[in-house]
């Protein structure tokens, strides 16, 4: 299967890699910056995205793409990567034939909600779902663990470092606030595009763990 992948380069996306190294998929990789890991790597603009994935024809498109308010700067920056960037490239995937879109978004995602954060994510989804494919799946994770190496994200740095002990307060209909493995979220998408089915598919930790582990 042809796959393009854009967030290579962050927790998520350099896990999944790794992960599809293994199963003998043909992985191609849009990223911004020179990066090593699986696949061909193209290095372009973002805006130069769509015109590589019309030539690439994908089977199947994956986002692990994902900043905050405090990285981007504004928010205008953090719409331009959370959504215009995400819909864009799923957008040129369908047009050029892609069947399956798997994105990762965020626990909390909601389109009517008060917080920008969520309330970008959750357009972002439904902006998806509207591109008709065949098969779409989002998952939803809590708090991302992993070593960001040179990403300065305190407050997640903070919150992972924190986690192991709000993860034993958060339980039940909980759970799906806890802080999850960047790596177990790259082996739950490497699982979920060798299933069949169609439809659209929402995941939270708890599938994102059984996923992984299947």
């Excluded at 920056?77 to 957008?91: E, P």
């Excluded at 626990?107 to 009517?112: I, N, S």
């Amino acid at each position: 299967m042809r796959v393009a992948l854009i967030g290579a380069t962050g927790l998520v996306g350099a896990a999944l890699g790794e992960c599809l190294a293994a199963t003998g998929d043909d992985l191609h990789r849009l990223q911004r910056r020179e990066g090593g890991g699986a696949g061909q790597v193209h290095v372009a603009d973002p805006g130069a995205w769509p015109e590589i994935v019309s030539r690439l024809r994908p089977d199947a498109a994956i986002s692990t793409l994902g900043t905050t308010l405090k990285v981007a700067g504004s928010r205008a920056a953090f719409h331009a990567v959370d959504f215009d960037m995400v819909v864009d490239f799923a957008r040129a995937a369908r047009a050029a034939g892609a069947t399956r879109m798997i994105a990762v978004s965020s626990v909390g995602a909601d389109a009517g909600a008060c917080a920008f954060y969520l309330r970008t994510k959750g357009e972002m989804e439904a902006a998806l779902t509207a591109l008709g494919f065949e098969r779409l799946d989002i998952l939803r994770p809590g708090l991302l663990r992993g070593d960001r190496r040179g990403d300065h994200r305190t407050g997640e740095r903070i919150g992972a470092m924190l986690s192991p002990l709000l993860n034993l307060l958060l339980q039940g209909s909980l759970d799906r606030f806890r802080a999850i493995d960047a790596e177990v979220v790259a082996q739950a998408i490497a699982k979920l595009l060798a299933l069949q089915g169609s439809g659209a598919h929402i995941h939270h930790n708890r599938k994102i763990r059984r996923l992984a582990a299947a």
